[in-house]
């Protein structure tokens, strides 16, 4: 029961956050949302987005959950206001071109098909970070799944809200993620799931 409630907890802990760094800048940008302004393409994307946050708290590893949400040092804090501060900037681009109108694929009425692309991006996302955190031995040809899972998640945001700009962002998050594996790798914090030795490797780490 102790370590079902401490889940729970982490769980909350990590859909508030998620949460915090979603509707700042969405009520930032949209204030005062016009009717209409969000479709069902983007609730539906902010909805799987919490439940994944919710889920990878609660099935994560307790232990690698909290270390997470409480930084030892300096490093680590820069690195998840890095994090959070690029998510936030990533969706505050999507949600400015939705406010002024460029860079779109179309109205919700011309290009509705995108945001089913959207979708299925963000579901597969969800799936891959869920499960890269809780059970990655699941996922046997990637290493990293989680990481694969951001980068779902992140083109599903991008055609969620009907806009490609967010997507010239891509390469920053692929780089940040070089930069943090090539670190875990090096601390020895984290080994490769099923990555056999000297195998070619390009992000998010195929083979």
């Known amino acids: 029961m102790k370590v079902f409630f401490h889940r729970f907890i982490n769980g909350l802990v990590c859909l508030a956050l998620v949460a915090a760094f979603t509707a700042v800048p969405a009520y930032g940008v949209a ?19 919490l439940l994944a946050a919710f889920a990878a708290g609660c099935l994560g590893k307790p232990a690698a959950i909290e270390r ?15 994090f959070f501060t690029y998510g936030s900037l990533y969706l505050t681009s999507a949600l400015l071109c939705m406010r002024m109108k460029l860079a779109l694929f ?6 509705q098909f995108v945001a089913y692309i959207g979708w299925i991006l963000t579901a597969i996302g969800a799936y891959l970070f869920v499960t890269g955190l809780s059970a990655p ?12 899972g951001v980068i779902f998640l992140a083109s599903g945001l991008a055609f969620s809200h009907l806009t490609w700009f967010p ?32 195998v070619f490797r390009v992000i998010p780490f195929f083979y």
Do not use: C, D
């Not at 005062?32 to 909805?47: A, E, M, S």
């Not at 031995?137 to 694969?148: D, F, R, S, V």
């Open 137 to 148: 031995q699941k996922i046997a040809k990637i290493a990293y799944p989680h990481y694969l």
């Open 106 to 111: 179309g109205t919700y009425e011309q290009a």
């Open 31 to 49: 204030r005062p949302l016009p009717h209409g302004f969000l479709t069902v393409g983007q609730y539906v994307f902010y909805v799987l987005v």
């Open 68 to 82: 997470w949400l409480r930084p030892v040092g300096l490093s680590e804090w820069n690195e998840r206001i890095g």
């Open 167 to 198: 997507l010239l962002a891509l390469p920053g998050i692929l780089v940040f993620m070089g930069w943090r594996i090539e670190k875990m790798e090096r601390e020895q914090e984290e080994q490769p799931v099923s990555l056999p030795a000297g």
